[in-house]
């Protein structure tokens, strides 16, 4: 078992920077890779980045790529978003998950295996 809990979130100005963080509960966190997604209001979950198990590998949606970092620290059982250049359409409650099949990359939320309750992103114009 996996709980995660983001923080972080907040409400900042169009082209500002927010980190999130998703801390984990358990001994097996290295085991997992994580992603993080978001959803905006009356809009489906939408995949944003994904981070392999050893931080090795990462992936990123086309609309986050080279203004959005994922990374994580094992040692510390806690997987980052930091979040730079955001826009108001970004608005949106960000969800971090574990998954152990190393697929959510894929943006299938269905692949993931636990999820923390979100943290609420807002961007101002």
């Known amino acids: 078992q996996v709980q995660l809990v983001e923080s972080g979130g907040g409400l900042v100005q169009a082209g500002g920077s927010l980190r999130l963080s998703c801390a984990a509960s358990?001994?097996?966190?290295?085991?997992?890779?994580m992603g993080w997604f978001r959803q905006a209001p009356g809009k489906e979950r939408e995949f944003v980045a994904h981070i392999s198990w050893n931080g090795g590998s990462t992936k990123y949606a086309d609309s986050v790529q080279g203004r959005f970092t994922i990374s994580r620290d094992n040692a510390k059982n806690t997987v980052y978003l930091q979040m730079n250049s955001l826009k108001p359409e970004e608005t949106a409650v960000y969800y971090c998950a574990a998954d152990h099949t190393a697929r959510l990359w894929l943006g299938d939320p269905s692949y993931a295996d636990y999820w923390g309750q979100g943290t609420q992103v807002t961007v101002s114009s």
């Open positions: 358990g001994r097996t966190f290295s085991i997992y890779a």
